[in-house]
């Protein structure tokens, strides 16, 4: 069974602060994404990379950056923190055109 | 560009009634995936569902079935026999990939099931 594992499920930094958010996969997905959820706006994708080192902007990518040195994992970086990026975050990994296998979340509270 | 909307923000259903949640898609692709996915309160999404554009055949998954016109580019979840682990937000997801992936979500339909 595919596992995502995200570092945290709540997270509280301060405005300013770079943030760091882990994303590990279990089954050698070459795909993985990292998405933000906010309430009547669904999912919207930050980043995703399709290989290691490879990385392609998503939708909202202004004020993230992402590194992917290995293939299980995939990290989020705020570079710094806005009281905005106050949200959860979402991280998948997908096999090809294979449906994504999501992270439990991490809840993300910038103050 | 592509989209996909759902423009049910909220529903709800008695136990052991169906119920149809719509989506309506908008691409230019011939080539595309089509998903649902559920999110329980405070836990892991999961996909429920997944149909190729490809297939004509309305994908079924036990109490899960998926009405898919293509032409309208329609794409309605319906959820048989409803039960209480049926309440969860549910997300449609179209994917593509023509030369890179896209991938794009609705904003989702939150289900509550009642006793």
């Known amino acids: 069974d595919v596992k995502v594992t995200q570092s945290s499920r709540y997270l509280v930094k301060r405005t300013g602060e770079k943030v760091f958010l882990e994303c590990v996969q279990d089954m050698d997905h070459e795909n993985m994404f990292w998405y933000r959820q906010d309430p009547g706006l669904g999912l919207r994708l930050i980043y995703f990379s399709y290989d290691v080192k490879m990385k392609e902007k998503g939708d909202i990518p202004e004020g993230y950056s992402v590194s992917r040195e290995k293939k299980e994992r995939f990290s989020l970086i705020l570079e710094s923190a806005s009281t905005n990026q106050t949200s959860m975050y979402l991280c998948a990994s997908s096999l090809r055109v294979r449906p994504q296998h999501f992270g439990d979340g991490t809840r993300l509270s910038i103050l | 560009a592509q989209t996909v909307t759902q423009s049910q923000p909220e529903m709800s259903v008695q136990e052991a009634e169906t119920v149809t949640l719509s989506c309506t898609y908008d691409t230019s692709e011939n080539n595309y995936y089509l998903f649902w996915y559920k999110q329980p309160p405070s836990r892991q999404m999961i996909l429920v569902i997944r149909?190729?554009?490809?297939?004509?055949q309305n994908a079924t998954e036990n109490r899960f079935s998926v009405n898919f016109q293509k032409a309208a580019k329609s794409f309605s979840l319906k959820i048989s026999d409803s039960q209480l682990g049926d309440t969860a937000m549910y997300f449609c997801?179209?994917?593509?990939?023509?030369?890179?992936?896209?991938?794009?979500f609705g904003t989702g339909t939150r289900l509550k099931v009642l006793a």
């Open positions: 997801a179209f994917m593509t990939f023509s030369g890179t992936y896209k991938y794009i």
């Open positions: 149909q190729e554009a490809y297939k004509q």
